[in-house]
């Protein structure tokens, strides 16, 4: 069966700090892999996703960026943290089989307190 | 314009009786899936059900069922015999097949069982 990993499960950064978070997905090959953020009490948004190692598309202009080393593992980065990257980060996988339309599974989370 | 609109913010049941969740949504691609996520307290996001826009009956899994009035652009969830741990938000998201994969969420429905 499929399993997808985060962590950490809880950080807390100052501004101005960098940031890396790993996302992993076992069980399957070569799934598309996306990175939401959500606001308390808001829905998701999507941040970037990938459909392949090293290919990355970005939905929203940021500071933060995504990279994809591995065919199963995706890294969230960014340089140098601002207050407003607080969130609550999913990272989410899901089958490639051409253009499908097929479910998300997403992983723990990580919460993220940018102070 | 919005993609997927949820009206309800919140919503209240008592146990063991049925409750629907709104969700409707826009689009002008022919063929697209709609999804239901339930995200308890924890913060993971736990996929429920699926309908394609082809399809010609209502999906159902277990206690959930997805009503889904493709000329209204409407995919209302319903959960039958609320039970405790059914409280939770709730998402609707959907997946447009000319989109890359890319999901569109709703900004969520918070159920509360009451026992």
């Known amino acids: 069966s499929q399993t997808i990993h985060q962590w950490p499960a809880t950080l807390v950064q100052p501004v101005g700090s960098p940031l890396s978070l790993e996302c992993t997905v076992e069980g399957t090959s070569n799934p598309n892999l996306y990175w939401y953020r959500q606001a308390a009490g808001r829905g998701l948004q999507l941040l970037f996703y990938s459909v392949g190692i090293g290919q990355i598309s970005s939905e929203v202009p940021q500071n933060l960026s995504a990279s994809r080393p591995q065919d199963r593992q995706f890294i969230l980065s960014s340089k140098k943290l601002l207050l407003s990257d607080s969130g609550f980060y999913l990272c989410a996988w899901s089958l490639n089989r051409g253009a499908g339309t097929y479910e998300q599974y997403f992983g723990p989370g990580t919460r993220l307190t940018v102070t | 314009a919005q993609k997927i609109t949820q009206t309800q913010p919140g919503m209240f049941v008592q146990e063991k009786e049925a409750v629907t969740l709104d969700c409707t949504y826009d689009?002008?691609?022919?063929?697209?899936?709609l999804f239901w996520y339930k995200q308890p307290s924890s913060g993971e996001m736990i996929f429920l059900i699926y309908q394609g826009s082809y399809d010609q009956q209502n999906a159902t899994e277990g206690r959930y069922s997805l009503n889904f009035q493709k000329a209204r652009k409407s995919a209302n969830l319903v959960i039958s015999a609320s039970q405790l741990g059914d409280s939770a938000m709730y998402f609707c998201?959907?997946?447009?097949?000319?989109?890359?994969?890319?999901?569109?969420f709703g900004d969520g429905t918070t159920l509360t069982v009451k026992p």
């Open positions: 689009t002008s691609d022919p063929s697209y899936g």
């Open positions: 998201a959907m997946r447009e097949r000319g989109n890359a994969g890319k999901s569109t």
